[in-house]
């Protein structure tokens, strides 16, 4: 007997304006002993590949770690997650008048459509924990403005 699923056509609309980032790359250095027992653990079917054993590893870490990460967020105010301005959004601040202290645990991402005039006019502050994905130019506009 043969089964088929029927799932629904994918939508060709995006689900929302900021598409996935890509993962940001890291480097460790590891002990040879460590390393052959990551590569025995691999060997052995228990994950597929180093890169899944660290993963793991880490996202385990930051679970048991995960009430006091929520806490100093609460702390430090920052926004939790992907925070993206836009050109839009840094021109309305602009008309307000107002100033942006920006403070992400993630990812900020600056739209490339931001001059680095209009940047300098309406962010004061940037706190980034994690990544900042914005063009060279803004970022050395802001350099001195970033923490």
Known sequence: MVLRWLMPKASTRSLSATPKP??????????????????????????ANRTDLIRTAIRNQLATHGEAVRQVVARKTLSLGIQHFSKSDLQAAEAAGEKLNIRV???????????????????????????????????AALSKRIR
Do not use: M, R, W
């Open 22 to 47: 890509v993962d940001e790359k890291i480097t460790i250095n590891l002990g040879c002993v460590d390393l052959g027992q990551i590569d025995l653990l691999v060997q052995e079917g228990f994950y």
């Open 105 to 139: 645990l993630g990812l900020a991402t600056i739209d490339p459509a931001v001059t680095p005039e209009l940047a300098l006019a309406t962010i004061e502050s940037l706190t980034v924990l994690g990544a900042l994905h914005a063009s060279a130019a803004v970022k």
